[in-house]
């Protein structure tokens, strides 16, 4: 079974050629080629590739530039504007591009986006009509995230980082008083079948050093509420990157003695190829 990693943001150095929209805590630059290259390393075979919203928004060339150069190994992933009336034509265009698994909607609390907002309504039914899953980013915000998913039943939903806001700084992640304050709604939440849940970015809500055993508690609620076919692993490199390295982000969970081979093998990779009906190819 293949391992795939739920996500990951990839993107080039900031230049005047593809400028950042906004600056970053993450390496300078963490390539296509780079993110391969530290995949090899590590046994990880393929990974869903998610376009960095804070540098990119909604362009999503740069992920489609890094599937075609290296197409067994990404599906791609785009954020959607649910403030864009023609965000149908454009998941369209989407489904048509080589390599494309999902779209994204993001759902900030500070953005004050209701449940029933036209644009998250107009983003749910062309995700059915396009057969495409719906990567949610609702963390910090799980009630009315909870809410868009009752109110689209018909809708595939992948539910981005645990649903649980994650720090963004080592500070952070030790000066946090309760990391998974969220974790009782998040159980709640695994009762709506059209939903699954990414395991990433994890290790960052430890407040031990690598590697970082308090998680694995939490975890075992998340994975008994969803079962196991319903869960899929991943380190959110880069975004995780300032608070936990890539390497100690893999290796804990390879390494694992906590579940069985067959849960294992589901969370690190058949949950993943059957929400987004994808499997990674090695050339």
Same mark, same amino acid.
């Given at each position: 079974?293949?391992?795939?990693?739920?996500?990951?943001?990839?993107?080039?150095?900031? +230049?005047?050629?593809?400028?950042?929209?906004?600056?970053?805590?993450?390496?300078?630059?963490?390539?296509?080629?780079?993110?391969?290259?530290?995949?090899?390393?590590?046994?990880?075979?393929?990974?869903?590739?998610?376009?960095?919203?804070?540098?990119?928004?909604?362009?999503?060339?740069?992920?489609?530039?890094?599937?075609?150069?290296?197409?067994?190994?990404?599906?791609?992933?785009?954020?959607?504007?649910? !403030?864009?009336?023609?965000?149908?034509?454009?998941?369209?265009?989407?489904?048509?591009?080589?390599?494309?698994?999902?779209?994204?909607?993001?759902?900030?609390?500070?953005?004050?986006?209701?449940?029933?907002?036209?644009?998250?309504?107009?983003?749910?039914?062309?995700?059915?009509?396009?057969?495409? %899953?719906?990567?949610?980013?609702?963390?910090?915000?799980?009630?009315?995230? +909870?809410?868009?998913?009752?109110?689209?039943?018909? +809708?595939?939903?992948?539910?981005?980082?645990?649903?649980?806001?994650?720090?963004?700084?080592?500070?952070?992640?030790?000066?946090?008083? *309760?990391?998974?304050?969220?974790?009782?709604?998040?159980?709640?939440? $695994? @009762?709506?079948?059209?939903?699954?849940?990414?395991?990433?970015? $994890?290790?960052?809500?430890?407040? !031990?050093?690598? %590697?970082?055993?308090?998680?694995?508690?939490?975890? *075992?609620?998340?994975?008994?509420? /969803?079962?196991?076919?319903?869960?899929?692993?991943?380190?959110? /490199?880069?975004?995780?990157?300032?608070?936990?390295?890539? !390497?100690?982000?893999?290796?804990?969970?390879?390494?694992?003695?906590?579940?069985?081979?067959?849960? /294992? $093998?589901?969370?690190?990779?058949? $949950?993943?190829?059957?929400?987004?009906?994808? *499997?990674? @190819? @090695?050339?």
């Amino acid at each position: 079974m293949a391992i795939i990693d739920s996500q990951i943001h990839a993107y080039e150095a900031n +230049t005047p050629q593809r400028p950042w929209k906004s600056q970053s805590a993450s390496p300078p630059s963490a390539t296509g080629d780079e993110h391969v290259a530290a995949m090899d390393k590590l046994g990880v075979d393929g990974a869903i590739f998610v376009s960095s919203f804070s540098m990119y928004q909604y362009d999503s060339s740069y992920a489609v530039e890094v599937q075609k150069k290296h197409p067994g190994r990404f599906g791609i992933v785009k954020p959607v504007d649910p !403030e864009d009336l023609s965000v149908e034509d454009v998941i369209a265009d989407w489904k048509r591009t080589p390599g494309t698994v999902g779209i994204r909607l993001r759902l900030p609390a500070e953005k004050g986006i209701q449940h029933d907002d036209p644009g998250v309504d107009r983003i749910a039914r062309a995700a059915v009509k396009y057969d495409f %899953p719906v990567n949610f980013l609702c963390w910090g915000n799980i009630d009315m995230g +909870t809410k868009v998913i009752d109110r689209h039943p018909d +809708t595939r939903f992948v539910l981005d980082h645990l649903g649980i806001l994650q720090p963004r700084s080592p500070a952070a992640r030790l000066s946090a008083a *309760a990391p998974w304050a969220d974790l009782p709604k998040v159980v709640e939440l $695994a @009762k709506r079948k059209n939903v699954v849940i990414k395991v990433s970015g $994890a290790c960052t809500l430890s407040k !031990e050093p690598y %590697p970082f055993n308090d998680i694995w508690d939490p975890l *075992a609620k998340i994975f008994d509420a /969803w079962g196991m076919e319903r869960c899929l692993w991943g380190t959110d /490199w880069t975004r995780a990157f300032p608070v936990v390295n890539y !390497e100690n982000a893999v290796k804990p969970f390879l390494e694992t003695n906590r579940l069985s081979k067959s849960d /294992w $093998a589901m969370l690190m990779g058949g $949950a993943c190829e059957k929400a987004y009906r994808w *499997a990674p @190819k @090695k050339s």
